[in-house]
């Protein structure tokens, strides 16, 4: 059985988007996220939340990407969120070089995506 990597998409407020990446059922992160709302355990999302008053819109997530492996994960988490630039409230897990963010630019940018948005 292949295990799916997933990379996801959702928006917090009208302009607002937060991006991450999870090796796991991407119903399950989604479950996570919406308890660290009210749970004891804050996460990122859940502090922006509080302090921001929005309201996560998770029936919008999309599934943007999928690998198993999470080097590659990461990267292009990272390479979304330096492209959604302000309108993104996530942090990247990487940092990824000029010349890095270029060379996936080259390539995500010209393809089609692997799971519609």
Not at 31 to 53: D, V
Request: charged share 25%.
């Amino acid at each position: 059985m292949a295990v799916r990597m997933w990379y996801i998409r959702f928006r917090l407020a009208a302009t607002l988007l937060y991006v991450g990446q999870t090796g796991r059922c991407v119903n399950l992160r989604l479950i996570e996220h919406r308890r660290s709302l009210t749970g004891r355990s804050p996460s990122e999302l859940s502090l922006h939340c509080r302090q921001c008053k929005c309201t996560p819109k998770f029936d919008e997530c999309s599934v943007l990407y999928w690998h198993r492996n999470e080097e590659i994960r990461l990267m292009i988490e990272a390479w979304h969120i330096d492209n959604s630039g302000s309108a993104c409230m996530s942090q990247p897990s990487i940092k990824l070089h000029i010349e890095e963010i270029k060379c996936l630019s080259s390539y995500l940018l010209r393809r089609s995506p692997r799971v519609s948005d």
